[in-house]
């Protein structure tokens, strides 16, 4: 699969996570070098194609792919076809002339990197498309586990929030499922989508039943601006009834670990407290996230055109 | 004007519920015999052996984009596409800019047609002025410059006093108001059907309920009005089995399916191609088999192709930015075969619901392959196999799902008014 680039975990088999996460593994002690470079992908030019403005998750690939020596383009195009002439497919072909060795793709629309992909030489890798997947959060998030854990297997991970609108959530749950761990959603009704139980997770509306014995619990980004009112009566009400404190914790196994993909709107999805400190492991995710996406440009960049045609 | 002479074809007559082997044969504009066995001089002869022989299709939702939109199709293009796919007459939608709601538009289209349109065409006026959902548009003026139907189609009129009034008026002129019946409020920025598929792309979901409550609520006012309600492109099992309710209980509604809500589900969607971006949406396996289901018992009257074309350009571009609708003209033939082919309905029954049945809801002549109808009609091969290239059909626009697919069953010569316009071997030959 890896050969044609990285668009979602449901794409992946098992031993190609495990491929990943080793890789990154290995990846993980060059960050923690005085010189934190190597010459893996010395020539290789890697294009960071960004639809969608994404600070922390550009930064982090460009931070990876300079820490394999590749030369990193930074390309911000307008956000939307409908602000601009050229069509998604043009920006595909124009791109595909320069001939990089890979492109890391984000859009708020879901599928736009597949359509991409489907256009290019080069692998593409989906830095996250509207609410479809994230792949490389969920296996910084798998990552972070298993540092923890010591493994995937058997782990129950609650997910908590806007699992609807959440390509995080989509990602993390193929993760989890496919590493063989028990996935629960809790969410309000609203935010739950259509048919989730077709993903082979149980969905909760009671926040302590699906924090009940939990090893992992990942509480997602609320775009509160965008959705109070239309999914949620308000951020107090959400905020009461799913933000994580350290009372709601308690449901949990003694020594569950807390995530989040990301900025946390404090008090919300998490508590000030919570936040800040264990057992939460947010900038643990933070900084495993370069050694994922190290590994991936490395997977994928590292291989020459005629290696990629040869497959 | 020539006589044609359709040797050797298998009939298939709707209004005399012949199906059987024989002749045609057609002069003056009409089909002045069909027996088993015609011996005639001086006519033109088309070997119709191994094929149909039926009345021309009649397409009940087309979309000619002329006026305004002539980057996407026009009545010649259309109508070229039209007599290639079997169809010799097409109702094209009041969505051109300017919109069809005024008879000086009306008369545009149909003079337009008489220059460059090999098939017939019938307009369909606007049900309000400029699409707005807010003012009825003149009917009785539309209906004497040739307007057969009334629809504001995609910009389904959601306010519900302003549609009982259209519903209560349209009695005057005694033809139809044709719905594209979904809330609105309930598809929301919806693209793909709402249920596993849609969790799995990730793209904002148009739950099947949109087009039920609509449906619910259009019955209710064709039960209080009296009026001709059409249903366009019904998709869900839901709305079909209001349709059929509805029926037994004796109101004038009629509905149309088209050749994708009938053969392709929401998996079509998966690769986030924008050729299977529909509206409604591609839905479920089980709405499906619920319209095929209301097609073969007579809940739903007919089939439609809701050809709606698009440049290239326009759906190479996100998956929620791209205009929904396909281009069908070309393929609703061979692609609604599968339904012979599978047994759902008889080759008579299927030539039915493209051809009398459309005809008598929109009130014209059509359907009839019998002495003295008019020469309108199609031979069909409906077991030639060929490959779908967007690119070499009459159509200005690619935008189909079926694009590089084999498809079973093809138009092989349609006649119009007596007329041969249009043969496999040499192609469309004659505006």
Known sequence: ?311 | MGRILIRGGRILDPATDRDAPGDVLIEDGRISAVETSIEADDVEIIDAAGCWVAPGLFDLHTHLREPGQEYKEDIGSGGRAAVAGGFTAVACMANTNPVNDDPSVTDYILDRARQDSPAKVYPVAAATKGLSGEVMTEMVGLVKAGAVAFSDDGMTIMDSGVQRRILQYSRLVEAPVIVHAEDRTLVGKGVVNEGPVSTRLGLPANPSVAETVQVARDLMLAELTGAHLHVAHVSTAGAVELIRQARNRGLHVTAEVTPHHLTLTDEATLGYDTNTKMAPPLRSAADVEACRRGLADGTIDAVATDHAPHAVHEKEVEFTTAPPGVIGLETALPVVLELVRTESLTPLQLIRRLTANPASILGQEGGRLDTGAPADVVVIDPERSWVYDPYKGYSKSRNSPWAGQTLQGRAVATIVAGRLVYDIERGVLAP
């Open chain 1, 1 to 311: 699969m890896m050969g044609r680039g990285l668009l979602g975990i449901e794409d992946l088999e098992r031993a190609d996570i495990e491929t990943i996460l080793e890789t990154a593994e290995r990846m993980q002690e060059v960050g923690r070098r005085d010189v934190k470079k190597v010459p893996t992908l010395r020539g290789r030019t890697i294009v960071n194609l960004f639809f969608e403005p994404s600070t922390r998750t550009r930064t982090s690939f460009e931070i990876a792919g300079k820490r394999l020596s590749a030369d990193v383009v930074n390309f911000t195009p307008a956000s939307s076809s409908l602000t601009k002439a050229e069509t998604i497919l043009d920006t595909a072909k124009n791109l595909d002339a320069m001939a990089p060795d890979a492109v890391v793709v984000r859009h708020a629309v879901a599928g736009v990197p597949k359509r991409i992909a489907d256009e290019l030489g080069a692998p593409v890798i989906n830095a996250g498309d509207g609410a479809h997947e994230h792949p490389t959060q969920a296996l910084l998030d798998l990552l972070t586990v298993r540092e923890e854990k010591g493994r995937i297997d058997g782990l129950t991970v609650t997910i908590i929030g806007d699992v609807a609108h959440s390509r995080v959530a989509r990602s993390d749950i193929y993760a989890f499922r496919k590493m063989g761990a028990e996935v629960r959603l809790a969410a309000p009704p609203t935010m739950l989508p259509a048919d989730v139980e077709s993903l082979g997770v149980k969905g909760f509306t009671s926040l302590r039943e699906a924090i009940d014995g939990a090893d992992v619990v990942m509480a997602l980004r609320i775009q509160f601006e965008r959705l109070a009112g239309a999914l949620f009566p308000s951020v107090r009400e959400y905020s009461a009834t799913f933000g994580v404190d350290r009372a709601k914790l308690r449901y949990a196994k003694d020594d569950a670990i807390v995530m989040h993909p990301g900025p946390v709107n404090r008090g919300v999805e998490l508590s000030h407290d919570l936040a800040d400190h264990r057992p939460s492991v947010i900038l643990d995710q933070v900084r495993n996230g370069v050694a994922i996406r190290m590994a991936v440009l490395y997977l994928l960049a590292g291989r020459t055109r005629v290696e990629r045609e040869e497959e």
